[in-house]
């Protein structure tokens, strides 16, 4: 019997690229996910054996985050990583793909539509994030400190795992030991805090409103009613400003919609790719 599920690693534009490959032969179409900010594959792991049901699945660990490289060297701007995506991409040959991002992985799904238009059929945006402008030059500054990292550190351990969970899930009842271990693993290391205070200097702004309008893709965005990360009303501007879009507002339901409600968010994907 043919392996069904593969996890890999591969060097892809300089970095060392973590990916889990979901095979359907009863599908021509691919669904490619990215995950947002301080999270991994981890975070799609309810939504993806409803995705698998159709579609032949590729989930990736952008780096840093997740068992992607961690390197200080690595410039991770979101154009940077919209283009190691791309580089994977092709090198896997996978083809008729849609492209899905939640959070932070929605904006690099949006930059490499920019970038590439004829990589993807079209798009599904969970609860993306938009319009935010690059770090302030103060903080940019602090980032070539000695042992800034550190602080990096030290800020997320205050903030601590659970109290972030408590901030991106509406139903509490969800959390679990099993989601904490999950979400904390890939900090358990220093190394990624030395990638994420580079991240600090290289992350630009997102995307213009002028290259949003640019963008002719159908897509589907899907929002939680309560997201306090990235709220409804930046749902409802990018939905005026990308030309082909349609909104689907999930009540009762926060920032980490594949993990709150991942077969509803199954059932609008399947109606969307239909």
Known sequence: ????????NQQVNNIDIYYEFYSNPDSTKTLVLLHGFLSSTFSYRRLIPYLNKEFQVVSIDLPPFGKSGKSSKFVYSYSNLAQTVIQLIHSLDLK???????SMGGQIVLNILNQQPDIAERAVLLCSSSYSKRLRLPLIISSYIPYFHLYVKFWLARSGVRQNLQN????HSLLSDEMLFGYLQPFLEDEIFLALTRMIR????????????QIAHPCLLIWGEHDKVVPLTVGERL?????????VILKETGHLVPEERPEDVFQYIKQFLA
């Open 1 to 8: 019997m043919e392996e069904k599920v593969f996890y890999r």
């Open 96 to 102: 008729d793909i849609t492209l899905i991002g939640h």
């Open 168 to 171: 991106v899930v509406h139903d």
């Open 202 to 213: 290289d992350r630009e702004g997102d995307l213009s409103t002028g290259a949003l309008n």
């Open 239 to 247: 939905k005026n400003d990308l030309r082909k879009s349609e909104l």
